[in-house]
């Protein structure tokens, strides 16, 4: 039955329980761990004998290698498929595919460009859908987001988080984040770039500590996280007016100085230095944003084992 079929779609459909419970999740194999070499498998190994396809309609390096590699630690296998190899690139259905892909596999991760693509897989496949990034949202960074921040400031809960630059998917995943783990998140985004509506709407209906902003300065007062993404996501073809909208919103020394002095900085690569970011901020101490890539490995594994072999709370 589809319904009974756990997929990871976006932050916003999950219980706010079950996500906390994958970030402890992630800590505890991430301890577990220690000293291993990546190949090892965990010593639960526990999708032993199940198959994850990965399906990528845009470029990846993080996600790539971190579903490919953790599949392996929790002793199942992987297949690459992008999108111009498979049928899909000569227009066979997403539905079709999905079906197919359902009689091969156990689950599939999906990066595409199109949501409405994702949710349509979802929706024919008969096996677990992850949803690997859309120009929706991004939920498997931001559960590695918060592993990261916690492990340098400790419960996340009631802490604040300055988002600052284009309100683009990061943003929104960050968004739900604030209602499910219950933060403050302050948006400081330009007039033409804020975060989808619907998004804000929504989280202000749960009740979540949300403040939109165009000043940068004003987001960033006393901040426990200043985070921010490239200014140009893929699929955006509006590059050179992007950059125009976006000068005001660089995460330099000086915005770091008005948050809190032990403030971290979190961006979830690629970084482009000298645009949303100097190489003083994205190079310096409060930069945690090799942590932060290493935790996507964490993250998505516990991600897998709740897709693939229950929780029971
Ligand atoms: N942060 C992230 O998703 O990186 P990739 O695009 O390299 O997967
Ligand atoms: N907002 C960026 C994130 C990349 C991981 C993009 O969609 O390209």
Not at 96 to 104: E, H, I, N, P, Q
Not at 191 to 215: F, M, N, S
Request: glycine letters at 6%; aromatic letters at 4%.
């Amino acid at each position: 039955m589809t319904e009974n079929i756990r997929h990871f779609l976006d932050l916003d459909v999950l219980d706010a329980a079950l996500l906390r419970h994958l970030v402890d999740e992630a800590r505890q194999r991430k301890q577990a761990r220690q000293g291993c070499s990546q190949g090892a498998p965990d010593d639960d190994a526990p999708l032993a004998g199940q198959v994850l396809a990965l399906l990528f309609e845009k470029p990846s390096t993080r996600t790539r290698v971190s579903f490919d590699v953790g599949m392996r630690q929790l002793g199942g296998e992987t297949l690459i498929l992008n999108r111009d190899v498979t049928q899909l690139g000569r227009g066979e259905t997403v539905s079709d595919t999905a079906r197919v892909l359902s009689r091969y596999v156990d689950a599939l991760m999906v990066r595409s460009d199109s949501h409405d693509t994702l949710l349509e897989l979802a929706a024919a496949a008969r096996i677990p859908v992850v949803n690997g990034l859309t120009d929706h949202s991004h939920p498997c960074q931001l559960l590695a987001d918060i592993l990261t921040f916690e492990e340098h400031k400790g419960p996340i809960t009631n802490r604040s988080v300055a988002w600052i630059g284009d309100g683009n998917n990061v943003a929104t995943s960050w968004i739900h984040a604030a209602v499910k783990f219950d933060f403050e998140l302050r948006l400081a985004c330009p007039a033409g770039l804020k975060p989808e509506a619907k998004v804000l709407d929504w989280a202000r209906r749960e009740g979540g500590h949300i403040l939109l902003t165009e000043d940068p300065q004003e987001a960033a007062v006393h901040a426990d996280c200043i985070v921010t993404d490239t200014w140009v996501s893929m699929g955006d073809n509006d590059a050179e007016q992007r950059m125009e909208m976006l000068a005001p919103y660089q995460v330099d020394a000086a915005l770091m100085t008005l948050a809190d002095h032990q403030a971290i900085f979190m961006h979830c690569l690629p970084a482009h230095r000298g645009e949303e970011v100097t190489a003083e901020v994205l190079d310096g101490s409060q930069s945690v944003v090799m942590d932060g890539a290493e935790n996507r490995l964490h993250a998505q594994k516990s991600i897998l084992v709740w897709c693939l072999s229950g929780w029971d709370k």
